[in-house]
């Protein structure tokens, strides 16, 4: 296991030294943390692609070279460009909100109590069900197994026939899977697991690490809080699905892109790490290719509405360079290796035609998304019981009741990037919902055993949301001191 662990270090150190390349004016701890978990896993992706160019290239047994090379080369590139720059005149870094106050020294105790509870939790699911729940190993896992024993007939398997394994499916996670096992020399369950499991709190560290950078530390615990109090997070990176790899990459995309819209320079390189961390999320699920193209003309129309289309243009132009490594080899995968995607291959446009003409598909639809919206923080659907309402503790319903009770703040340097972030998400619902009004699958089957997922996959954005409009508890007044009175002072008689 200590040469798995290598390979993990490697990961986040080359995404580590990217982040810090392209967003040198972070600073302070909250940036440290920032970088430890955003580059954390932008780096497992880079790994993975890397892994996908070796098995193209006829390199079928992945070296550990490859890494300690991107690993060097980054290294160099960090080393010389900060030399450069304090030989000039820096930028103005970013300023790290907040201070330590005894609400958040308490909120940081609470948080911790959470993280271990979780952390033991997911210990007990590993126990009870190493391999994970359905998906993983029918599906990530699995298609693992058959990239790391197919050796130099590898391809052979896309073409196997076994559609129920959904081989149309991204590769992100089954080649960090499979990486993982080239370090270890063998298969081991535990990697896939040990990957989820850095995937779940990966996405705790980061929800907590952005909110303390652009808010303060109190907004960080308290968002950190409600994503481990999410039954279903726990349930879901347990379970070794790739939902919560794609979760992470969502929310670093929204992220970076707040990040871009607070610096005072609106530097390119957050632009850059932005579309890489878009672009992976094409490469982790197919859900990730509807998400790119929606953050992409998110990006564009928010920076026509606030400056000029040259700015626009621009922009758009340094997410699309950081995005386009990974999107070719997306869609080399797609046209080469893929084969067509079930709810693709029933679509013609009778098929199309009526089901968009049907209002009875709406409705349903419709009354599935309120039902999930409320309940799907709590856990899995029983199939055999069907969607019901269950709402728990946690759910969008305390996030609106605290942002009631807290007030909303929007200040001038987070207004567009609140703007482009729900934007983005407003689009990712009306997304799923027509893939559901368009699906040749069993509707009511279709809606249960995925929908809970998909609003899972928005979960931590939704929150980094709701905490990038509240108000701090800090700003809130002071109550008056016990036995203070109210007694006007006498006034001065004029002389």
């Known amino acids: 296991m200590i040469l798995f662990i290598t390979s993990l270090l490697i990961s986040l150190a080359i995404g580590i030294l990217l ?30 692609c890397l892994y996908f160019i070796c098995l193209l290239t006829g390199l079928t047994r992945y070296s550990p070279v490859f890494d300690f090379g991107v690993c060097l080369l980054l290294g160099i590139l960090c080393f010389i460009f900060f030399r ?5 005149c820096a930028p103005q870094p970013l300023p790290e909100t907040g201070k330590r106050s005894r609400l ?30 359905w998906d993983a190993w029918l599906i990530w896992n699995m298609h693992a197994r058959f990239l790391f024993r197919g050796g130099d007939q590898w391809r052979d398997a896309f073409a196997s026939g076994l559609d129920w394994s959904h081989w149309d499916y991204p590769l992100l996670l089954p080649l960090s899977i499979a990486r993982g096992w080239q370090y270890l020399g063998g298969e081991s369950v535990s990697v896939p697991a040990v990957m989820a499991f850095v995937f779940t709190f990966m996405t705790v560290g980061l929800l907590l690490s952005a909110l303390s950078l652009l808010r303060d530390r109190t907004q960080g615990f308290l968002a950190a809080m409600i994503l481990l109090g999410t039954p279903f997070f726990i349930v879901m990176g347990a379970a070794q699905f790739a939902d919560v ?7 670093a995309t929204v992220v970076l892109l707040s990040l871009h819209w607070r610096s005072s320079e609106n530097q390119t390189g957050t632009l850059i790490l932005a579309g890489l961390a878009a672009g992976l999320c094409a ?15 998110t990006l564009f129309c928010t920076t026509v509405y606030t400056a000029k289309w040259k700015s626009a243009l621009k922009n758009t132009a340094a997410f699309m360079a950081g995005a386009l490594p990974v999107l070719l080899m997306v869609a080399y995968f797609k046209t ?21 003409t049907d209002l009875g598909r709406y409705a349903e639809i419709a009354k599935a998304f309120f039902i999930t919206g409320i309940s799907f923080t709590q856990g899995l659907i029983d199939i055999r019981v069907g969607m019901h309402l269950n709402p728990g503790a946690v759910s969008v319903l305390l996030l609106m009741v605290y942002l009631f009770l807290a007030g909303v703040r929007i200040d001038r340097t987070r207004r567009v990037g609140i703007i482009q972030s729900a934007a983005v998400l407003g689009l990712m619902l009306t997304g799923y919902f027509f893939v559901y009004v368009l699906t040749p699958l069993d509707l009511g089957y279709h809606i249960v055993t995925s929908l809970n997922r998909l609003f899972l996959q928005l979960w931590p954005c939704i929150i980094f949301l709701f905490f990038m409009m509240a108000d701090s508890p800090e700003n809130a007044p002071a109550p008056p001191e016990t036995g203070s009175t109210s007694r006007p002072k006498k006034m001065k008689e004029p002389q």
């Open 283 to 297: 490469w982790t699920k197919n859900e990730g290719l509807l998400f790119f193209l929606i953050v992409a003309a």
């Open 245 to 251: 790899p794609l979760a992470f990459f969502i929310l």
């Open 336 to 356: 080469q290796l893929s084969p067509v995607n079930d709810l693709m291959a029933g679509l013609n446009p009778a098929a199309i035609t009526a089901r968009l």
């Open 104 to 133: 958040t020294i308490l909120l940081a105790g609470i948080f911790s109590v959470e993280l271990i509870t979780s952390v033991v939790s997911y210990i007990l699911a590993f126990l009870k069900e190493p391999h994970g729940k």
């Open 84 to 88: 450069r720059r304090s030989a000039v």
């Open 19 to 48: 982040t810090s390349l392209f967003c040198p004016s972070l600073k302070g701890g909250a940036a440290l943390v920032f970088r430890l978990f955003a580059g954390g896993g932008i780096g497992i992706g880079i790994t993975s």
